[in-house]
């Protein structure tokens, strides 16, 4: 996911039966693993360090005090990746701290379509014309975000424990991650704990040299496993 800019509600058009769209997840990480540094919160969004990892979505470094930080200076095979994953985009589900910790984006969801946001405090439901939707339960919010998605695609646009529940199901499709050119030795890992054994196809690559982009398509459990 990334915090004020539109990749992490990443969807696609639907297959050719045009029944359903694809469930894709995407994210940045370093090369040690990590989607955040450590501390992330709203003043430090990715962690202390971590906007390092998205340097490719603003073209080059940035910090956090920098103002009116947007897409505009992506370029090259960052700017061909990015635009491959918004193509037919329908909605988008983020987990309760990536919510807080890009400060609700300033109260309004700046994403297309409704961003269903997955919590426990459903209480905290902000007003409807914010465009985001407080949802308590995966199964509950991927649901709801198929319905509204219609034909498009769903994203699950992290963080990194939303993603994992949704590779657990068996309902993530393509898996799209952005690998920057970092090691940042703390902070939150994508797959920690994760257990299960998945073969994955590579789609395509992109490389910068702001980060390596590989979108996965998610075949299931490895044979190894699968013969267990």
């Known amino acids: 996911m990334i915090l004020g800019v ?15 769209g694809k469930v894709i997840a995407a994210i940045t990480t370093s090369v040690d693993g990590y989607i955040v540094g450590p501390h992330d919160g709203p003043e430090h969004g990715l962690g202390i360090g971590g906007e390092r990892l998205h340097y ?3 073209g080059g ?3 956090y005090a920098d103002d009116g930080r947007d897409t505009d200076g992506m370029h ?10 918004i193509e037919g985009v329908g ?8 919510y807080d910790a890009a400060g609700a984006w300033g109260g309004t969801n ?4 409704t961003l269903i946001v997955l919590t426990h405090r459903t209480e ?3 007003d409807s014309g914010t465009g985001f939707l407080f949802i308590d339960g995966f199964d509950a919010a991927l649901l709801k975000a198929r319905e509204l998605a219609g034909a498009g ?3 699950l646009g992290g963080g990194a424990d939303l993603i994992r529940q949704g590779l657990a199901a068996g309902v993530v499709d393509e898996l799209a991650i952005s690998t920057a050119p970092l090691v940042l030795g703390g902070g939150k890992r994508l797959f920690e704990g994760f257990e299960q054994d998945l073969d994955l196809e590579v789609l395509g690559t992109w490389s910068s040299q702001y980060a390596t982009h590989v979108r996965y398509a998610v075949k299931g459990a490895g044979q190894e496993s699968a013969m267990q």
Do not use: H, K
């Open 110 to 113: 700046p994403f297309p379509g």
């Open 153 to 155: 695609g769903v994203s």
């Open 61 to 63: 470094p940035w910090t």
């Open 76 to 85: 090259g095979a960052d700017r061909e990746y990015y635009e491959s994953l």
């Open 124 to 126: 905290d439901q902000p």
């Open 6 to 20: 539109r990749d992490g509600l990443i969807c696609r058009t639907p297959d050719a039966g045009g029944t359903m």
């Open 56 to 58: 490719w979505v603003m």
């Open 91 to 98: 909605c988008g589900i983020v987990g309760r701290n990536m």
